[in-house]
């Protein structure tokens, strides 16, 4: 009767955003790998409660904890006690609902909120869309899917975000991001 309850209480997220990925079963008492895709990965601890899909139903998952291991942060899920029940949970993905996230300073954004935008010059040249972003250490770099008859001939463009000295503006109500950045780039 309890876990019912419990189950009802933990709606699935209204707006799922994946935070990382269990990996594979670590020892014998149920402990799973987990990857991160937060910028500093042990921050994925600090948005609960996480969902993961099994068989198309939304599941919540509890921790019991999770440490450092080497190079892996491990975790332990409340009620997995064995390394085969682990096992089942291998390769699921870590969500939580979005509305838990921080509100953020200016001048910081999520990535997914970059996603799809539209960028265009200072000039008003549309450079295209924002398909993804990539890390290269020292800064993020938009990933831009150029239009179709790009004047150019770009079918992609690799953008710096650059805040200030690339990136002029973002305003994501209307979903456009504007750059300072040559289009024959």
């Known amino acids: ?6 189950q009802l209480a933990a709606r ?6 994946i935070l990382g990925k269990m990996g594979s079963a670590y020892g014998i008492r149920g402990w799973l790998k987990v990857f991160s895709s937060t910028e500093d990965a042990e921050s994925i601890f ?12 939304w599941q919540l998952v509890e921790l019991e904890g999770w440490k450092r291991h ?3 942060m491990i975790i332990k899920v409340k009620g997995i006690d064995d390394r ?4 089942l949970l291998t390769n699921c993905e870590i969500v939580v609902d979005s509305e838990q996230l921080p509100e953020l300073d200016g001048g910081d954004y999520y990535w997914k909120d970059l996603i799809g935008c539209q960028v ?6 549309e450079l295209g869309k924002v398909t993804e972003l990539m890390e290269t250490g020292s800064n993020d770099v ?5 239009n179709l008859k790009d004047a150019f001939g770009a079918k992609e463009r690799l953008i710096p975000f650059l805040d200030g000295q690339v990136i002029k503006n973002v305003d994501l109500t209307t979903g456009t991001i504007e750059v300072d ?4 780039f």
Do not use: C, H
């Open 1 to 6: 009767m309890v876990n019912m309850s419990k």
């Open 12 to 17: 699935s997220p209204a707006n799922p955003l």
């Open 46 to 57: 600090d948005y609960q409660p996480w969902f993961i899909q099994r068989a198309g139903q």
């Open 70 to 72: 080497n190079q892996d």
């Open 84 to 87: 085969d029940t682990a096992g």
């Open 120 to 125: 265009v010059t200072t000039e008003g040249y």
């Open 142 to 146: 938009l990933v831009v899917q150029a």
């Open 181 to 184: 950045w040559d289009p024959g």
